[in-house]
Structures are given as structure tokens and as C-alpha cells.
């Protein structure tokens, strides 16, 4: 379990960290030590203690000399080990050999502009290709409320490090709900933008249409403080959306099969949002059921271009599965990879029309709670589902159409795992869905074994 | 290319290839394209039907044949 873990949000430190009242190298220790106490969880490949301890010193020379950079200065955060540091090897969680990137990736700097200090790699599903993070060189990655358990992927690793207290901020990447998916496993909070608003460049691609990378927290608060920074933008804190909301609930597809306590937690979301005077009304999604076989047919062959050399020459340094998925992509036919293109624009435009109908669509965001270690699948209401499928199936559809997403923690089920929320914004308008998320945000009353419900 | 025929291909390719492996993955690709293929060709229908009421004239493959003045 979390016991003694530091879960404070940045946006509750930063007042302290600004008046000198909290060091940065006080929390870069802190978070070491939790890092290496929970060594277990599988949670980093790279703890940069050397370089994190020498920019909290510094960062603490600036701000006693009154040169105060925004909230998030001196603030530990984490980077998912896809994306480039500067100076640290990317493994991508692959044996295959890593790249030695000379500079960080642009939202690196930019976080570092802000101030934060970068203080490890975390642990992922290799190359991002897969939702469990355990096929990874790197030993797989643990839930921190029960290690028998994945936390979820392919950002696992960053979510735990989050729920466990070894950091207060994280990048991610999510392809099909890299971010999203672990984020819900874990109870914590996590956003994928609008398409191409945070730039790729410096992260490992899999799929070049469906690539993001975004921002993982605590709070929804925290996650736009992280946003904005990531964009270049100052990093300034948000205020809930006011007014009386109105939600769109997609039904069809996406609630055709939900596990039991993901089913009771959304409708007490539902309840909680009505009471609080916003309207909820029940749409649906045209052609949703379509999503699975579209974002296939891009993400194989795209994932296997990317990797078409490294695979030639390192086949056998691949994970068995992940090996194989690459493979596949090889076998798809160019007509096939059209047409999927082409179903994207009709899915675009379906998710276009729902979200103008409401402020934001709100559904839960992973269909079943934090998976065994190793399972190929799971039950689900009564029937046997594939892992993969199962876990993708809410969140793929937004990275086919590129429409922000967040996740943020819905509470916890009977078995004390946490569940997950995801609210969906028109496209281009990724602050105002984090505004929206905020207003949810203090109407759900997180239970037990949740660490993100509150806004503290 | 027909589904069956692409699969046979595919499958003997991976046989040679050594990805035993890959067979059962291989079959479910192939159960993913043909409701692929299916959804494209409601499409294609449905803007087939949208171009003729438009007063375009099909080419029979979802492409409309451009318009030459007189």
C-alpha cells in the first residue's frame, strides 16, 4: 500500500516551495527514497539522483534569490523512458540497445524552463506497444496497492510513481490510451491533448497518426499546470469551469461491457454532477463499434514502419509479444491502411457531432480495474475478453479522431482498485476540457485506495 | 486482394518465415479486415447514394467521374 508516501499536489507545495518553507532538495530525497523503498513496484529504469539533487540545489539558489520560475519550480517529476533526456540512455522498456539522446525532447525543456526537475525514466510496456506494462526488459510494473496486479500501460510506470508518492508529476505518451488506461488503474489523473498540440519530436514513435504525449498527476489541477508548461505557455493554475454543465453520456459500444464496480462508481458520478446542478443526457457515438478495426489497421502497419530496421537487425531483443504485433503490422495491405484512413474521417466527424451537442462527453475510462500481472484476459459481465481489446476499448476511439481526453479518478471498487473517468472536449480546446474536469473533479468523493479524488 | 487469398499468403510467409507464432494473429487480422472492408463499403454506398441525389453520376466505386462541360 501508499502508507507514508508524500501524495501532496504540486499546486499545495508550490506556496511552500516558494516562501522557502519546503526545499526542492528535501523533495528530491523524499522521493528518492520512496523510489528506492518501493524498488519492488518496477516503477524506473533510470533514477537520475546525481543530476535531480544538483538542479535542486540550484533551483533553491534562484528562488532565495527571489528568481521564482512558475509553480512547478523545483518540483520533482518523472519522464516516461520513451522520451528523450538529455545526457540518459531512452531504452523505450526494450532490450533492444537504447538511443543517447544529446538534447531533451521540447516538452522536457519546456518542464525544465518552468523549473521542474526531472528525477528518472520510467518503466513502460516496451515501445509503448501494449496496455499491461509487463513485457518489458526492465521486470514488470506492480500496482502499488497490490503487486499481483498491472498498473496498466504502456505509461505504467509513470502512474505508479504518481500513486506512490515517488513523484509529483509525470510525462506520458498514449497511442491508444497509454495515459489514459494507467492513470484509471492507478487513481491518478492523466490527459491526452488534441492532436499534435504537444509536439512528438524526441519521443519514440509507434504510430505517427496516433501519437500523443501529455501530462500525468495527481489532480486535474497539477495536469494543467504540467500542460500549460508543456506547450510553453506560463504555468498557471485553472479555476473549475462555472455555469451548469452539460454532459454527454456515449452508450452504445461503449457501455456494452463494464465490470460491475466501474458501472456503479459512473452511475454515482452521474448522480453526484446532477445534484450539483449539471445536465446529463445519453447519446451515442455513430459507428463507434468501427473504432477497433480502424485503429488496428493504422497502428500495425504504422508501428511496424517505425520499427522495420531495428526489427531486421534486433528481432530477438524484443519481447516475444510485442515481436509478434510488429510483425503482424508487416501483413497489412496498403488498400487496407486507405481504408482505415478513411473510416477515420468518418469517426472524426461522428465524434465531432456528439461533443457540439454537450460541454464534454463523460464515460468511464478503463472497462475493468488493474489487471493480474501476465493475464492474456479477463472476465468482464459474464463473458471472457481479450486483455488488450478490453483495455483499449475506451480510449482508442479519441486517438483515431485526435480529441483531447482525461482521465481522472472515478473512486474505488469493492476490491480497493481504483476506476476511472474520461471526459472528451471538442477538438482544439484542451484547456476548456481541463476546466470541466475540474468542476467533476470536486463533486466526486473519491473512496478508499483513490489518490487523486480531491483537489488538495 | 480477397481476404482468403491474402491470409493463405500470409500465413505461408509467416510459416517460412518461422513465426509459428504468429498464425492465430494472423486469422484475427483477417476477421478485423473483412468487418474493415464491410464498414468502408457502407461508406462508399452511402456517398455513392448522397452524390446521385446530388445529380453526380457514379462510377460504381465510390469515385463520381469528373464533370466535363459541353
Redesign the interface.
Known amino acids: 500500500m501508499t502508507d507514508g508516501a508524500d501524495l501532496r499536489s504540486i499546486t499545495s507545495i508550490a506556496p511552500l516551495v516558494r516562501s522557502g518553507v519546503l526545499s526542492p532538495s528535501t523533495l528530491v530525497r523524499e522521493c528518492l527514497k520512496r523510489i528506492e523503498a518501493r524498488s519492488s513496484l518496477n516503477a524506473f529504469v533510470t533514477v537520475m539522483k546525481d543530476s535531480a539533487l544538483h538542479d535542486a540545489a540550484q533551483a533553491e539558489r534562484e528562488i532565495s534569490s527571489g528568481r521564482y520560475r512558475s509553480a512547478l519550480h523545483g518540483i520533482p517529476i518523472s519522464v516516461k523512458d520513451l522520451i528523450a533526456v538529455a545526457g540518459t540512455p531512452t531504452t523505450s522498456g526494450s532490450a533492444v540497445p537504447p538511443l543517447h539522446p544529446a538534447a531533451d525532447a521540447p516538452v522536457v525543456r519546456r518542464l525544465r524552463d518552468a523549473g521542474a526537475i526531472v528525477i528518472g525514466k520510467t518503466n513502460l510496456h516496451e515501445f509503448a506497444f501494449g496496455t499491461t506494462s509487463d513485457e518489458t526488459a526492465f521486470g514488470a510494473v506492480r500496482h502499488p496497492f497490490d503487486e499481483t496486479r498491472s498498473p496498466g500501460g504502456s505509461s505504467g510506470g509513470s502512474a505508479v510513481a504518481l500513486a506512490d508518492g515517488m513523484c509529483f508529476g509525470s510525462v506520458g505518451t498514449d497511442t491508444g490510451g497509454s495515459i489514459r488506461i494507467p492513470s484509471a488503474a492507478c487513481g491518478t489523473v492523466g490527459l491526452k491533448p488534441t492532436l499534435s498540440e504537444l509536439p512528438c519530436d524526441g519521443v519514440v514513435p509507434l504510430s505517427t497518426t496516433l501519437d500523443h504525449v501529455g501530462p500525468m498527476a495527481r489532480t486535474v489541477a497539477d495536469t494543467a499546470l504540467l500542460f500549460r508548461a508543456m506547450k510553453g505557455t506560463a504555468a498557471q493554475s485553472i479555476a473549475p469551469a462555472g455555469g451548469r454543465l452539460v454532459f454527454g453520456v456515449p452508450i452504445p459500444f461503449f457501455f456494452d461491457r463494464l465490470d460491475g464496480d466501474v458501472r456503479r462508481l459512473f452511475a454515482n458520478t452521474r448522480r453526484a454532477l446532477t445534484a450539483a446542478g449539471h445536465s446529463i443526457i445519453d447519446l451515442s457515438i455513430e459507428r463507434a463499434a468501427w473504432t477497433p478495426d480502424v485503429y488496428l489497421h493504422i497502428v500495425l502497419p504504422e508501428a511496424s514502419c517505425c520499427h522495420a530496421t531495428t526489427l531486421d537487425r534486433h528481432a530477438a531483443a524484443y519481447s516475444p509479444g510485442v515481436r509478434l504485433r510488429l510483425e503482424m503490422g508487416g501483413y497489412v495491405l496498403a488498400e487496407d491502411y486507405v481504408r482505415a484512413m478513411r473510416l477515420r474521417d468518418v469517426l472524426t466527424a461522428a465524434v465531432d457531432d456528439a461533443v457540439q451537442r454537450c460541454d464534454a462527453l463523460l464515460l468511464p475510462a478503463l472497462a475493468i480495474p488493474a489487471p493480474p500481472v501476465g493475464a492474456a484476459s479477463v472476465d468482464v459481465d459474464g463473458a471472457r475478453e481479450p486483455i488488450r481489446a478490453i483495455m483499449l476499448k475506451l480510449t482508442q476511439l479519441f486517438n483515431v479522431t485526435g480529441h483531447p481526453a482525461v482521465a481522472l479518478p472515478a473512486g474505488s471498487g469493492h476490491d480497493g482498485l481504483p476506476r476511472g473517468l474520461q471526459l472528451v472536449g471538442q477538438r482544439g480546446r484542451t484547456e476548456r476540457l481541463l476546466d470541466i474536469a475540474a468542476a467533476v473533479e470536486l463533486q466526486i468523493t473519491a473512496g478508499p485506495g483513490s489518490v487523486g479524488g480531491g483537489t488538495g | ?1 480477397q481476404i482468403d487469398a ?1 491470409l493463405a499468403a ?1 500465413r505461408a ?2 510459416e517460412r518465415r518461422g ?1 509459428q ?2 498464425q492465430p ?2 486469422e484475427t ?1 483477417a476477421r ?2 473483412r ?3 464491410e ?2 463499403d457502407k ?1 462508399v454506398k452511402i456517398a455513392e447514394i448522397a452524390r446521385i441525389g446530388n445529380g453526380a453520376e457514379s462510377a460504381g466505386d465510390g469515385t463520381v467521374p469528373p464533370r466535363h462541360e459541353p
Open positions: 486482394m491474402w500470409a510467409d509467416a513465426l507464432d504468429l494473429l494472423l487480422l478485423s479486415t468487418a474493415l472492408r464498414a468502408h461508406i
